[in-house]
């Protein structure tokens, strides 16, 4: 069962129309990749799931209920954790108090206790941090801290917005590591990349936009064989 | 060109040693990059050089002058540019202007010949428009010139700020991370346009980059930081080698490189 | 001249922390709300005088009732703190989302264009009011705390006077400190208060963490106009006389002691208030002591002025700020 | 309508008819009327529409210039209310002058100043002390009052001892950021208000909270100028003077380094742009402004004393940039004018208005809500209304747009935009 | 809108319309003040309206709010000259305005009488169109110097001032003759308006003893400056000067108020039938400046009524009307006497002497002191 299924969205900013007509989906336990070029919408297209913009049309459904509208601070409750471009990471609050951040939803005490051991397994280096201000954190660290903070929420979808942006390439295969086992585990991901390359290597499914377009699907094998995409994104 | 010499140069934020006895030296014309993990302090060193942060201890010296005390306004005229790590730009200016505010130090006009509109102040000011927009082709940007820098594309914000970093003229020219957020293809392109830049333009180029494609295939010289001291440093090869290197930063997928 | 001096200095401290009090829970208010949106609320100082209006109408209706007498002071006092605090603190939240919610996108300035036009609005809207129930609006409140206290500081050192203070000193200051550490741990400690620091630094990020960042921001002016009503109350109490212009002469010392504690700093609040009671105090009584009668107690906002830029330019970030500094 | 509108905005031939009957007939109308405060705004008004027309800068300022220098005081001068209007566009002038100051600081440059009147007071205060006697309390030579024709060197004066208390404020400024800076502007402001209202004692210097009164008439070929109708052309001349050197400024290497130190410092030293000299150049430039009108305002009142120097008269200039539009200067003109406008005028008007209204009975108002005293309670709701409608203020700023032929060589004129921009990119 | 003003004054008296102005503060701190000059002016307009229907005249009152501003004040001023049915000014409050908008009622030729600035400055300029019923400073002060000192036997005096240009004015002058009296001044201080904390001060003068405290200021701070230093213990005698004349002060300082002295040039006005009437037409209680008002407007339309007689019953140019305010030798006010003198100081300015004994407005006439 598709546990995320966009509907022809449309997004607009302003005046200017950022996707056309986006229809995916994103089934439980899988990895979904979502790869373009730059200002192709691909972020845009994360926004819109978790309702930080208005649609313009399409509707979202998420575990079969419709949350097309729903503002951002009610999908990360249904379970949706979005990792945004850019760490977007709290600059004034210590490494602790940006987990903590994240398991804002979250009621149960114990719960919030035992994500936190696991982030700190998945990323050691959190843990030796705990009360540096996340402002003054190198990028990696950042973007572990992001990734770390949107796991605080236990969520069924995480979607992740270019998270090896910056980092160095042991880390960055240590991430890619990380999702897999995430999603081993269970979780679903829906995984925007520029790093076109490892991200299909890992994904079941990928898609391509372009221009705000769907341009192509289909198993992430497939795509990473593909001749246009090999041309495109990937040489 | 220049020559630019760093010796035992060490920054630390409290506790935390962020650069520790750092040496190297940058040869004219070349390009070297400088990796390491995050955290390594590679920004950081970047920062020191630039006069934004003031080090610890050590020396940095440039053709033969130490630069370590200056500000970093400064450091700018000595011929040293740079991008950043998390773009700066000057967001609420056009393309262009924010071009031309690189040009700062090669404009000769005071505030009389300004208020006089002197035809000295005028003629440089028109070279400088024309200037500025030479740079945007040359990054590719021209397209975009009256366009305030906030609404670009990401991949483009990074090129502007190359373009605006070289029109201060600059003889060593430092990068910190260009081609973050950049697909296989872009990065690519941004290669080509650095090679440009050291060949027809005659720079000696520094530049940080977690893309091993594009460092490897483009420096002359590689530095490794890790923890904030230098771990290894030598030619592509040696690097992709080097047993401390795969252990600190490359990882087991150095194979591939 | 030390003789002097030192003879009023207990009695110039006592006054001085009693006014230091009233500007520091006032500044607690502003340092909140500019803690979590960043915005400098200039219509803080008249919310609080708002609520120094309210707390008196309160006040009044009680003893025309004849409550006052039949009531104990305190509970009184905390009825009269409660129900004014709620009062005001509705006021608060529907300011923000009248006159600030619109603009959030907008440029951080031109809510200070808003902000200073509520103001304004306030002034005139509570003069108005009480010069058509009382025809004039200097108002005076009725009292609940009678009494003075004497501190025998002679027995402390021969040269100190002694010293008197009201009843309601006590009161300011414990209620002050009540405050203050309240919101210390509401706002370091509580899930609600790391919301609100999330959304100072990154709202559409903190509404990726669950967090409603409208209602984050409408607790926030709740809470910081609540005290503000409060501590328009307190003030009432203390000095038993009030206008509709109080507003804004203290609400700017307040301001000032917030940033010479350190804007955003709950305890910089807090300091920087009894900091700046105590020296322009200290000046009042004492500079034309100092300077033989060439400088005298009118400068002493110049004198509190003069030590707030000193201590900015050596330490910009207040005195217990923290230095945020930019990574670059 | 909004056809007609467009189609106005590309016939050239029809604004300029449209205009000049518009011109016509509101100076007529001003000209004709006994006092007529509508006419003499809708005249003032024009000066808007034809920022809006699309003629060429240079027209516009010819018809500005015309419209201001002849027509305005021309068609005024048959009215009672002659001064009184020659009375308000004159303040305009001083505070448009003031506001295009404060513009630079805060606008351009993005450094919040909420103690700006302080550098109106010290201009005021030189002209002052020294065209009366005040000057001879402490001066050893020289006698005092000066004659009414030193009052243009005053003028150049005020503007260099403005600037010079404008870069004393800005040392501190080198360290102090964003909100800390207001306050220390504010402390700035307030610190020399309480010092003039203060240095009557050791030596009296200001003659303190008692004001300096009989301040020595302006002079020039033997005229004293003592109406407000003379004083309006000095403050016009002033003012065009201010708009020429802002303009200049705003295009030129300074006005980009002080853009580039508000958007971004970091950004704006690594380009080679030093900091401190930036910044005290801004607050330098825009204190002179305040100073040149500080010394006018002292002539046109004859009298200084620190009470027009408060708090709330830098939030007033404030709220005319930020209402405006921060960093446009038509905007920021037009917001001076407005606010004062309506401060002296408008409001003023309103109020007598319904005062006769309630005096001759037709309506009745409770005394505590009589107009007069709801002055700042309108005033404040306009505000409110004004910034929630146009929060980029009355005209937001423009980014300097250039043009493509002044950008390219002269040589080559082959190079079309690219329509596709992504494909440009990869280029 | 003003031209819809004019029409609709037009009434049942076909004649030519006579405004005054009145210019006070009617917002602002000091509007109580300011709205007791215009309501007191305006009650003495009414009354007098009848008379000049007589003459064909149409009266009118425009009232201006100066704001305690001095340039809001200069451009009424303007607008007061540009209007040429207003005869005449009655105001301002503050010295500070009053000042710079004579300048331009001089160029008018308007003529001004103030009912409450007594800075010597206002009328030391000698304009023709200044003047004022109130005693000047130097007057009033020295007058309050003399009664602390030689009736109420004050020998160290300490002395307070709100810092603006009344109560600098007045303490200076006060300062000087209680100086030339053998006082001993043991403290000069200033305060800065619109705050309530005065302790600062106090304890200086709480270590100082003195035995009297003269406060330059108005209400609004003295209240709380007696009543805090009543809290404080300092027993010394307290002494103001007009501006401490109001019922507020006595709302402020409560029971405190005992033992506060103050100089007015008005006598107890609220037993007069003036007084009655105020309450009953604005239902308010008289504050010391309305009276002020009603008398400066009654003299105003007095040397109007002379100007139109001197000149046949047609009403003569301004400066006629200028003249003959000034030419007022002797007008006998509700409460005061008025004559100009050569600089438009009112020669029977008299000073009298208030004390309160019990929490009570007015206080109780202790005394009087003519020039
Ligand atoms: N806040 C915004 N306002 C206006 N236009 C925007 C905004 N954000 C994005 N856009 C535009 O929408 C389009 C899609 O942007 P989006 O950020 O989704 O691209 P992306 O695929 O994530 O690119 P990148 O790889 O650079 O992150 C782009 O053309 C971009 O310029
Ligand atoms: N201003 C500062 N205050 C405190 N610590 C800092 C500061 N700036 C940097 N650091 C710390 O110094 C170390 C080096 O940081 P730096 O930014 O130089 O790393 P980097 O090598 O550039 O990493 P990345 O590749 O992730 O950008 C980090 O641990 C960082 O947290
Ligand atoms: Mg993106
Ligand atoms: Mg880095």
């Keep these: 069962m598709s546990l995320l299924e966009l509907k022809n969205i449309e997004t607009y900013y302003g005046k200017i129309q950022a996707l056309k007509n986006i229809s995916l989906t994103v089934n439980r336990g899988e990895i979904v990749t979502l790869i373009g070029s730059n200002g192709a919408g691909k972020s845009t297209t994360l926004k819109s799931v978790s309702g930080q913009v208005k649609l313009g049309a399409g509707s979202i459904l998420f575990n079969g209920k419709d949350i097309t509208k729903l503002p951002a601070h009610d999908t990360t409750l249904l379970g949706i954790a979005h990792v945004p471009e850019g760490r977007r990471i709290f600059p004034r609050m210590t490494v602790k108090e940006n987990l903590m951040v994240g398991a804002f939803g979250v009621k149960n005490k114990k719960q919030v206790q035992e994500q936190l051991e696991r982030v700190f397994s998945y990323f050691p280096k959190l843990k030796e941090r705990l009360d540096q201000k996340g402002g003054t954190m190198s990028g990696g660290e950042q973007q572990m801290l992001a990734i770390g903070r949107a796991l605080m929420m236990k969520p069924d979808l995480l979607m992740l917005d270019e998270p090896s942006m910056g980092l160095a390439p042991i880390i960055v295969e240590q991430i890619f590591e990380i999702i897999k086992e995430l999603n081993n585990e269970g979780m679903t991901i829906l995984l925007v990349e520029q790093n076109a390359y490892q991200a299909l290597q890992i994904a079941h499914r990928g898609y391509v936009i372009q221009t705000g377009e769907i341009i192509l699907q289909g198993p992430g094998e497939e795509l990473l064989h593909n001749n246009q995409i090999r041309e495109a994104y990937l040489a | 060109m220049s020559t630019l010499q760093v010796k035992n140069l060490t920054k630390t934020f409290g506790g935390l040693t962020a650069n520790s006895d750092i040496t190297m030296d940058v040869a004219p014309n070349s390009i070297t990059a400088v990796i390491g993990p995050n955290g390594a302090g590679k920004t950081t060193f970047f920062n020191m050089i630039t006069g934004v942060y003031q080090p610890t201890s050590g020396d940095i010296i440039l053709n033969d002058k130490s630069i370590a005390r200056l500000k970093p306004h400064e450091v700018s005229k000595r011929g040293i540019a740079r991008t950043f790590q998390n773009i700066r730009l000057f967001g609420d200016v056009t393309v262009l202007e924010n071009v031309m505010v690189g040009m700062h130090n090669h404009l000769k006009v005071g505030l009389v010949g300004t208020l006089l509109g002197l035809p000295n102040v005028r003629r440089q000011e028109k070279e400088a428009k024309k200037e500025a927009y030479r740079l945007l082709e040359y990054v590719g940007l021209e397209a975009f010139y009256n366009e305030l820098a906030s609404n670009l594309s990401y991949g483009a914000q990074r090129r502007l700020e190359i373009a605006r970093a070289l029109a201060t003229k600059p003889s060593l020219l430092l990068l910190d991370e260009p081609a973050a957020g950049m697909n296989p293809r872009e990065t690519r392109e941004l290669t080509a346009l650095i090679n440009r830049i050291r060949h027809e333009l005659d720079v000696t180029i520094v530049l940080i980059e977690h893309d091993m494609k594009l460092v490897m295939e483009i420096s002359d010289h590689i530095v490794v930081l890790d923890h904030g001291e230098k771990i290894a440093e030598g030619k592509a090869d040696d690097i992709r080698n080097h047993p401390k290197v795969i252990e600190a930063y490359l990882g087991k997928g150095a194979a591939t490189l | 001249m030390l003789d002097q001096i030192l003879q009023t200095l207990p009695q110039v401290l006592i006054d001085g922390l009693t006014l230091g009090a009233v500007y520091a829970v006032i500044a607690l208010g502003y340092t909140m709300v500019y803690g979590i949106l960043e915005l400098i609320n200039f219509a803080h100082g008249e919310i609080f005088m708002t609520g120094a209006f309210i707390g008196t109408a309160i006040l009044m209706t009680f003893s025309g009732l004849g409550w006052l007498s039949a009531l104990p002071a305190v509970i009184a006092l905390i009825i009269v703190l409660v129900l004014t605090s709620l009062a005001t603190g509705v006021l608060g939240m529907g300011i923000e989302r009248v006159a600030y919610r619109p603009l959030r996108k907008a440029s951080k300035l031109i809510v200070l264009i808003t902000a200073i036009g509520v103001s304004f609005l306030l002034q005139d809207l509570v003069r108005f009011i009480s010069e058509l129930k009382n025809g004039n609006y200097i108002v005076n409140t009725p009292a609940l705390f009678s009494g003075q206290i004497n501190v025998k500081a002679s027995t402390l050192m021969s040269s100190f006077n002694d010293a008197t203070f009201k009843v309601t000193f006590i009161v300011v200051l414990i209620v002050a400190v009540v405050m203050m550490i309240g919101l210390e741990f509401f706002v370091n400690k509580s899930k609600w208060g790391m919301a609100m620091r999330a959304v100072a630094q990154d709202p559409d990020t903190a509404s990726l963490m669950s967090i409603n960042v409208n209602k984050v921001i409408s607790l926030t002016f709740f809470i910081g106009s609540a005290l503000g009503g409060a501590t328009g109350v307190l003030f009432a109490l203390h000095y038993g006389t009030i206008d509709p212009y109080i507003g804004f002469i203290l609400g700017l010392k307040a301001f000032t002691a917030a940033v010479l504690g350190g804007i955003g700093n709950i305890r910089g609040a807090m300091f920087g208030g009894l900091l700046l009671g105590v020296l322009e105090m200290f000046a009042a009584a004492n500079l034309s002591i100092m300077t033989g009668n060439v400088f005298g107690a009118e400068y002493k906002d110049v004198f509190a002025f003069a030590i707030l830029i000193l201590v900015l330019i050596f330490k910009p970030e207040g005195l217990l700020g923290k230095a945020v500094v930019e990574k670059v | ?427 | ?371």
């Excluded at chain 5, 002494?239 to 006598?267: F, N």
């Design chain 4, 1 to 427: 309508m909004k056809k007609l509108l467009d189609a106005l905005k590309v016939n050239k031939r029809a604004q300029i008819i449209l205009l000049v009957c518009y011109i016509a007939i509101t100076s007529l109308s001003l000209f004709f009327a006994q006092k007529s405060v509508i006419a003499f705004l809708l005249l003032l008004f024009s000066l808007l529409l034809l920022y809006y027309t699309s003629f060429q800068n240079r027209t516009k300022w010819l018809i500005a210039g015309l419209i201001l220098v002849v027509l305005l005081p021309l068609s005024a001068s048959q009215g009672d209310a002659y001064q009184s209007y020659m009375e308000v566009a004159t303040l305009v002038g001083i505070y448009v002058a003031m506001a295009l100051g404060l513009n630079i600081v805060v606008g351009l440059a993005g450094l919040l100043d909420l103690g700006f009147v302080a550098f109106f007071a010290v201009g005021a205060y030189t002209y002052g002390i020294f065209a009366t006697a005040q000057a001879a309390n402490f001066m050893p030579f020289g006698s005092y009052p000066l004659s009414g024709e030193s009052f243009w060197v005053f003028i150049l004066l005020g503007c260099f001892v403005a600037a010079l208390f404008g870069i004393l404020l800005g040392i501190p400024v080198l360290r102090v950021k964003g909100d800390y800076l207001a306050i220390v502007t504010l402390g700035f402001g307030e610190i020399i208000r309480i010092i003039f209202n203060n240095l009557d004692k050791p030596i009296n210097i200001t003659n303190g909270a008692m004001g300096l009164s009989s301040i020595t008439p302006p002079e020039i070929f033997g005229i004293k100028l003592i109406y407000p109708n003379q004083f309006y052309f000095v403050t016009l001349v002033i003012l065009l003077f201010v708009i020429f050197t802002v303009r200049r400024l705003e295009h030129s290497k300074i006005g980009r380094s002080w853009k580039a130190v508000r958007e971004n410092e970091i950004a704006a030293q690594a380009m080679g742009i030093p900091l401190v000299r930036t910044k005290l150049l801004a607050f330098a430039i825009g204190a002179s402004f305040s100073g040149m009108m500080g010394v006018v305002f002292a002539a046109k009142q004859t009298f200084v004393d620190p009470t027009s120097f408060t708090l709330l008269e830098s939030i007033t200039i404030l709220v005319m940039v930020i209402l405006g539009g921060m960093g446009s200067v038509p905007g920021v003109i037009l917001g001076a004018a407005c606010v004062t406008i309506l401060n002296l005028q408008v409001l003023t008007e309103l109020t007598d208005w319904f005062n006769q209204l309630s005096l001759n009975g037709v309506i009745t108002i409770p005394d505590a809500l009589s107009p007069a005293k709801m002055q700042r309670f309108i005033f404040g709701a306009l505000l409110i209304i004004f910034a929630l409608y146009r929060p980029q203020g009355l005209i937001p700023s423009k980014s300097v747009t250039f043009d493509l032929k002044d950008l390219k060589e002269e040589d080559d004129e082959t190079i079309a935009v690219p329509a596709n921009k992504t494909e440009k990119l990869n280029a």
């Design chain 5, 1 to 371: 809108g003003c031209s819809g003003a004019k029409d609709s004054s037009g009434g049942e008296s076909n004649g030519k319309v006579i405004k005054i102005a009145t210019q006070s503060p009617l917002s602002g701190g000091s509007a109580t003040l300011g709205d007791a000059i215009k309501l007191g002016a305006q009650l003495a307009l009414e009354e007098e309206k009848s008379a000049f229907d007589k003459l064909g005249y149409k009266l009118q009152l425009a009232p201006y709010d100066d704001q305690g501003d001095s340039k809001k004040g200069v451009a009424n001023a303007q607008l007061i000259g540009s209007d040429k049915s207003i005869y005449g000014v009655v105001g301002h409050l503050n010295s500070g305005v009053t000042i710079p908008s004579s300048e331009t009622y001089e160029k008018y030729n308007i003529p001004m009488i103030s009912p409450a600035s007594t800075a010597t400055d206002v009328t030391d300029r000698k304009l023709k169109s200044v003047n004022r019923i109130v005693a000047r400073d130097d007057f009033q002060g020295p007058a309050g110097a003399k009664y602390a000192v030689e009736e109420l036997k004050a020998k160290n005096i300490f002395i307070v001032q709100d810092k603006t240009a009344y109560g600098q004015g007045l303490a200076d002058a006060f300062k000087g003759a209680a100086e030339e009296l053998g006082a001993k001044i043991q403290g000069y201080e200033g305060i800065t308006v619109g705050e309530k904390d005065f302790n600062g001060v106090l304890n200086q003068i709480s270590a100082a003893k003195p035995d009297l405290v003269y406060f330059g200021g108005l209400y609004a701070e003295g209240g709380l400056l007696i009543k805090q230093a009543r809290d404080k213990g300092i027993k010394a005698k307290f002494m103001g000067g007009d501006g401490l004349d109001s019922s507020t002060l006595v709302d402020i300082a409560g029971e405190a108020v005992k033992d506060t002295y103050l100089t007015s040039v008005a006598g107890d006005a609220s037993s007069t039938k003036f007084a009655k009437d105020y309450k009953a037409k604005f239902n308010k209680n008289v504050e010391s400046y309305s009276i002020y008002g009603y008398d400066s407007m009654k003299v105003m339309l007095q040397g109007i009524k002379n100007a139109i007689e001197d000149n046949n019953g047609k009403l003569p140019d301004r400066a006629k009307v200028r003249d003959a305010v000034r030419a007022i030798t002797d007008y006998k006010g509700e409460l005061t006497q008025v004559g100009f003198d050569d600089k438009g100081d009112n020669k029977f300015a008299k000073i009298f002497i208030y004390k309160f004994d019990e929490a009570k407005y007015p206080a109780k006439q202790e005394g009087e002191i003519t020039q």
